[in-house]
């Protein structure tokens, strides 16, 4: 009687750890692809420590950097495999594309295929890929992240660019996060499935900047671009643009985004909040590096769009603008 009493209450102790398991997956999924808020910036409950002697970093928990990261969670399959069934139409760019942006949120799928079909087009030659993205959800345990985890997508790995990670480490501009933060962060994760379409033998660079970060932080990241700059490395901010406004508020709001980008503000994008885009020091960065090194780099939209274009409301809505900096 006692061994039936001990195995009902094993059974109904696992039964229970399974079931918070797969609740705890589901609460952590639903927040994928969710836009930078106050909702979402407590970092702490996002990132588990992780163990490394890399570089002096103190970290605490244990994911190896040899585990991929599964990409294709961050993709609405039906829709990746659908858009690249047929051929898919590239726009024209005029120039050499030096640095670009592009969205992460995947609804806008065809808009990321064209983007990227378009950008390989122009560079066929490019080897490395740096993405600057938001540190959506405040996860990274300083306010530069980065990583060494290879991507899974669908068509194969992509891998990372070690030695450029090494000298982000060494230079103290990034930290490294070998955890769970970037089995999370769609800023970089929604892409590579794209940048292995498109660039098949690309290495990229993963840099994710919190919201909330200084200006010399940034520059400080912006004269890293300088060294990691190399002829054969495109530079691209992942970027959604309006955040929660209504169909009408995002399209006034996107004319205004739009001149920055042609500008290269600076002083606009530090200032920057969701209702313009998520990725204003993102494009700092980028942009104080372009004013110093192609001042005379040109903007040129490739794609736009507005998540009102997919679902039907058009009262919280998420915009798009993607495009490239291109020199003669």
Sequence with gaps: MKKFVYKISVTAT?????????????????????????????????????????????????????TPINASIFLDKQEFYRVFSKPITT??????????????????????AQFFVSLAKNRPDATRLVILSPDHFFAGRGKVSTHERKYQTPDGLVEIDAAAIESLVKNHIANVENGTMYER????????????????????????????????????????????????????????????????????????????????????????KDTHTDSGRQFVTLFHWLNQVYPKSHFQLIGQGISSDYVADIKNTTSYINGVWSIK
């Design 14 to 66: 696992l039964m229970s750890v399974a079931v918070f398991g797969m609740a705890y997956r589901l609460k952590i999924s639903s927040r994928i692809n969710q836009p930078q808020t106050e909702k979402y910036r407590s970092g702490s409950q996002f990132h588990a420590p992780f163990t490394s002697t890399r570089a002096g970093v103190e970290q605490t928990d244990i994911i190896s950097e040899f």
């Design 91 to 112: 726009i024209p760019i005029q120039g050499k594309v030096i640095a670009a942006t592009v969205n992460h949120h995947v609804l806008a799928t065809d808009l990321l």
């Design 185 to 272: 962060e769609h800023g970089i994760g929604a892409l590579m499935p794209f940048v292995k379409k498109s660039f098949p033998k690309a290495t990229i660079v993963p840099i994710s900047i919190q919201g909330k970060s200084d200006i010399e932080t940034l520059f400080q990241v912006s004269r890293a671009l300088t060294k990691l700059d190399d002829g054969r490395t495109l530079f691209i901010v992942s970027a959604d643009m309006s955040h929660y406004l209504s169909k009408e508020a995002a399209v006034k709001n996107d004319i205004q985004t739009k001149m920055w980008l042609e500008k290269k503000d600076e002083q606009a994008m530090i200032k920057a």
